[in-house]
Nanobody, 113 residues
Framework: QVQLVESGGGSVQAGGSLRLSCTVS????????MGWYRQAPGEDRQFVAG??????YYTDPVKGRFTVSTDTSTNTAYLQMNNLKPEDTAVYYC????????WGQGTQVTVSS
């Protein structure tokens, strides 16, 4: 059974950085398109960033500030978030997409001004 465990969320001031981690168990990360989504209070879950064999993808508001990557040796995906803004405040979810899509439990990111 594939499971995704996220970590790395927290509270920072505007301009700060956080790195989210998503460790996959039950299968190799190479078999999946890895992605990050976020959901702010009262809003729908939205795509943030993704990575697959073809490259990396970002939503416009995070381009130049966020970097998505994977480490196949540890079966972990990362989301490096720099120059954080209050509007980045949300619960961040990791997803592994394949024949079946799997989701992590979410991790809270809070950015204060």
């Amino acid at each position: 059974q594939v499971q995704l465990v996220e970590s790395g969320g927290g509270s920072v001031q505007a301009g700060g950085s956080l790195r989210l981690s998503c460790t996959v168990s039950g299968d190799t990360i190479r078999n999946y398109r890895m992605g990050w989504y976020r959901q702010a209070p009262g809003e729908d879950r939205q795509f943030v960033a993704g990575i697959n064999q073809a490259g990396t993808y970002y939503t416009d508001p995070v381009k130049g500030r966020f970097t998505v990557s994977t480490d196949t040796s540890t079966n972990t995906a990362y989301l490096q978030m720099n120059n954080l803004k209050p509007e980045d405040t949300a619960v961040y979810y990791c997803t592994a997409g394949g024949m079946i899509d799997y989701w992590g439990q979410g991790t809270q990111v809070t950015v204060s001004s």
